[in-house]
Nanobody, 124 residues
Framework: QVQLVESGGGLVQPGGSLRLSCAAS????????IGWFRQAPGKEREGVSC????????YYADSAKGRFTISTDNAKNTVYLQMNSLKPDDTAVYYC?????????????????WGQGTQVTVSS
């Protein structure tokens, strides 16, 4: 059974850091790209970052560049999103998703599998 499970969310003060994890089961990350998305209340789901197993390429939304880092631990079949210098605007539910074509598409509906999400709240 294919499954993605996010963890690592929580409440953090502005300027703080969190590391999100996306643990995959039922498939290996070697054959997928993994993207991170987020959705705040009343807003559309937006892409944050993606890593592709085809070439190891990483991609970041402008809002994440310089602050977030995506990485993979193939031995643990897990993708991480290190988030630093967090801002209140980063508050959202964060989801990871798997793309079987390994293209890191911009559109959320092009991904094959999704996790249940983890809440990130940045507030003082």
């Amino acid at each position: 059974q294919v499954q993605l499970v996010e963890s690592g969310g929580g409440l953090v003060q502005p300027g703080g850091s969190l590391r999100l994890s996306c643990a995959a089961s039922g498939f290996t990350l070697d054959y997928y790209a993994i993207g991170w998305f987020r959705q705040a209340p009343g807003k559309e789901r937006e892409g944050v970052s993606c890593i592709s197993s085809s070439d190891g390429g990483t991609y970041y939304a402008d809002s994440a560049k310089g602050r977030f880092t995506i990485s993979t631990d193939n031995a643990k079949n897990t993708v991480y999103l290190q988030m630093n210098s967090l801002k209140p605007d980063d508050t959202a539910v964060y989801y990871c998703a798997a793309d079987g074509r390994r293209l890191c598409p911009n559109n959320w509906y092009e991904y094959d599998y999704w996790g249940q999400g983890t809440q990130v709240t940045v507030s003082s």
